[in-house]
């Protein structure tokens, strides 16, 4: 590991460099090691941080400029992908099979990714957040009985009224996009402006994401993460939607 690139101590509560002084290449890349306890994943999300690396590697943590993404009133479905959620009977929920979506984002596969980067001590320490009421998921299921098939999700960490999205998977086509757009519609709904998408790439563009500099990301992330909002899970409050709704 470089000598320029800082390492994290060993205390979780330790503050993390601060953003502007990332590398430009690779994009973003701000530090190494630490560990992945809650203290200091939710201490990064707070900064606008989050970690990143494969199996063999230390722990990378980054915050790319410029940063990916979406308003929550702002994704876009295709008019044709519309009219066949207007005919289907996908249902979303939240928080009702945090697992198995995690799990079906670590296996699905990647165009140009061997691998994955959500890697076993990932999971646990994203589980562990869920546990904690910190890390949500919303699920699309084919239909409203309670055996239905999953057929999309996302899953991410909420820290004040702003959500960091981590990765999405689609087991139907669609699958993904109908869960982001699920999600962008109930948290536009409760006042949640942003949807972190990370960094770019084409599905997330054409789903209408956009760039925003980092020193502006991270002065709306400073606001939004400090709006008191109690922690916990989201399945009551999300209900179930029907996805005919977004088709409209």
Request: some cysteine.
């Amino acid at each position: 590991m470089s000598l320029h690139l800082p390492r994290l101590g060993d205390d979780p509560d330790a503050p993390f460099p601060d953003a502007s002084s990332a590398l430009r290449q690779p994009d973003g890349l701000l530090a190494y090691g630490g560990d992945l306890s809650a203290p200091r994943l939710l201490n990064a999300y707070r900064r606008g941080i989050f970690p990143w690396y494969s199996d063999g590697q230390p722990i990378l943590w980054w915050s790319p400029d410029p940063r990916m993404v979406f308003g929550s009133d702002a994704v876009r479905l295709s008019s044709r992908f519309r009219r066949s959620l207007r005919r289907s009977g996908w249902v979303a929920r939240a928080d009702t099979a945090f697992g198995r979506v995690i799990e079906r984002c670590a296996s699905a596969p990647r165009a140009g990714q061997a691998g994955t980067w959500i890697t076993a001590p990932m999971r646990e320490a994203y589980l562990h957040l869920h546990r904690l009421g910190h890390a949500h998921s919303v699920e699309v299921f084919a239909d409203a009985a309670p055996d239905a098939a999953l057929v999309g999700g996302i899953y991410g960490v909420a820290v004040g009224r702003m959500f960091f999205g981590e990765s999405m998977f689609s087991d139907a086509s669609g699958g993904s996009s109908a869960a982001l757009a699920a999600l962008g519609h109930w948290l536009h709904g409760r006042g949640w402006p942003l949807i972190d998408a990370q960094v770019e790439n084409a599905h997330l563009l054409r789903l209408g994401a956009k760039h925003m500099p980092r020193t502006a990301f991270l002065e709306v992330v400073e606001g939004l993460v400090d709006v008191p909002e109690a922690a916990g899970p989201w399945t009551s409050a999300f209900g179930e939607l029907p996805l005919q709704t977004l088709g409209k």
